[in-house]
């Protein structure tokens, strides 16, 4: 019945405060139990195949919402969208053709589109994966690696692999005021990801203190609940109205 909703999440730079961009993240809007996450249906849809048919139409939709907030609000580089992909959905080779087909149905831009895989995707079978990211690529879309340092971290993808983001996972972000090591995970996975060329995004920030602490870092962008948790789409235009004097007080004097 499709009783799914593709919700968003705001993806800020660090420095400027400009919304870049937005991650899909997938409900499920359940008629009796209510809104129940992804990590619930997700792991089953993906044991039974059907993530690929709801990942495409994921895809669809989270291309046409952000293609019309590209319009809605023009900016410079327009807004972008991120799109997590699983295991199953990433050996897919049908991915490639409906990447195509929707950016051209959407007239969204192939540098607008950002995949978001996890290393364990990689490792799974890494012949497979390298085609995939490479035809990914050719098309002209992004490609992050999702939860950077939870999972095999075999840096040798990092350049084996054109990827061009990693995302730090929450769990170092949210714990690196408090924990040492964690903070010294966050600040060696930032300059990892400078010295390599690569942009770095964290996730899970849920205050202040973090957030001037990725700033010091030199962190590129951040994703967290202190910007905004996700929201339905037509929340979006009203919550991005809001955002313009929160943001001239984030900004550093
Ligand atoms: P993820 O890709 O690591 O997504 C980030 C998760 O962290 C999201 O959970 C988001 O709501 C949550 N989050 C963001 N900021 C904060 C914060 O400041 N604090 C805390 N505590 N949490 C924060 P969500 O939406 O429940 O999604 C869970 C996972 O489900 C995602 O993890 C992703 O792996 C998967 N998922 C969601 N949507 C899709 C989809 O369309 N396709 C696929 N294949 N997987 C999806
Ligand atoms: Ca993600
Ligand atoms: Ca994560």
């Keep these: ?6 919700h968003y999440q705001p993806k800020v730079k660090l420095g400027s405060e400009n919304i870049v961009g937005f991650e899909a993240l997938l409900r499920w809007r359940h008629p009796v139990r209510g809104l129940i996450s992804p990590l619930q249906f997700i792991p089953l849809a993906e044991e039974t195949g059907l993530i690929v048919p709801i990942g495409v139409r994921t895809l669809e939709e989270a291309c046409r919402t952000v293609r019309s907030w590209q319009l809605e609000f023009p900016m410079r ?3 972008e969208i991120s799109v997590n992909l ?5 050996q897919d080779r049908e991915l ?25 995707v990689l490792v ?25 340092g939870t999972g095999y971290s075999s840096l040798s993808y990092l350049h ?17 005021v408090q ?5 010294e995970i966050v600040r060696a996975i930032i300059l990892l990801a400078g010295s390599l060329g690569l942009h770095v995004v964290a996730e899970g920030v849920e205050d202040l203190e973090d957030w001037s602490l990725l700033r010091q870092l030199g962190c590129d962008f951040a994703q967290g609940y202190f910007i905004a948790r996700p929201m339905p789409g037509d929340a979006v235009t009203d919550w991005v109205r809001a955002w313009e004097p929160r943001r ?5 004097a």
């Design 1 to 6: 019945q499709w009783e799914f909703e593709v």
């Design 77 to 79: 580089p327009p807004v």
């Design 86 to 90: 699983s295991a199953r959905q990433f």
């Design 96 to 120: 490639l053709e409906h990447v195509r087909r929707i950016l051209a149905e959407t007239g969204l831009q192939p540098e607008s589109l950002q995949f978001e895989v996890t290393e364990s």
């Design 124 to 148: 799974q079978d890494p012949a497979q994966a390298l085609e995939i990211v490479r035809e990914l690529r050719a098309i002209g879309v992004g490609l992050k690696i999702d939860d950077f």
């Design 160 to 176: 084996k692999l054109p990827f061009d983001t990693l995302k730090i996972d929450r769990s170092f972000v949210s714990t690196m």
């Design 179 to 183: 924990d040492h090591a964690a903070f």
């Design 248 to 252: 001239a007080q984030l900004v550093p």
